[in-house]
Nanobody, 124 residues
Framework: QVQLVESGGGLVQAGGSLRLSCAASGRTSSPYGMGWFRQAPGKEREFVAQ????????AYADSVKGRFTISRDNANNTLALQMNSLKPEDTALYYCAARPGYYSNTDFSGYNYWGQGTQVTVSS
């Protein structure tokens, strides 16, 4: 079991930046990929970014590519999402997620563990 807790959300103006963090606990010594997802009001939850166990591979949704950067620090059991050039369309509840084992970087499935979410609101 892996427990995830997000933090770092808030209200920013368009063009601004935020850095989200996710603290993981539990079976953190076992391999697991991690990712960020988001859900805006009235919309389905969507993929944002993911990173492999080693941190050597990452993938991003087209809507955030070039603006967001995902990273992880296994020594501290943390995941981060640096969000730059934020747009009002980025407004959503952002979730941290984990998937045990190894996956292809083109595979976006298998996320079994989820955090509670942290709200990001971007004003225009």
């Amino acid at each position: 079991q892996v427990q995830l807790v997000e933090s770092g959300g808030g209200l920013v103006q368009a063009g601004g930046s935020l850095r989200l963090s996710c603290a993981a606990s539990g079976r953190t010594s076992s391999p697991y990929g991690m990712g960020w997802f988001r859900q805006a009001p009235g919309k389905e939850r969507e993929f944002v970014a993911q990173i492999s166990w080693s941190g050597s591979s990452a993938a991003y949704a087209d809507s955030v590519k070039g603006r967001f950067t995902i990273s992880r620090d296994n020594a501290n059991n943390t995941l981060a999402l640096q969000m730059n050039s934020l747009k009002p369309e980025d407004t959503a509840l952002y979730y941290c997620a984990a998937r045990p084992g190894y996956y292809s970087n083109t595979d976006f499935s298998g996320y079994n563990y989820w955090g509670q979410g942290t709200q990001v609101t971007v004003s225009s």
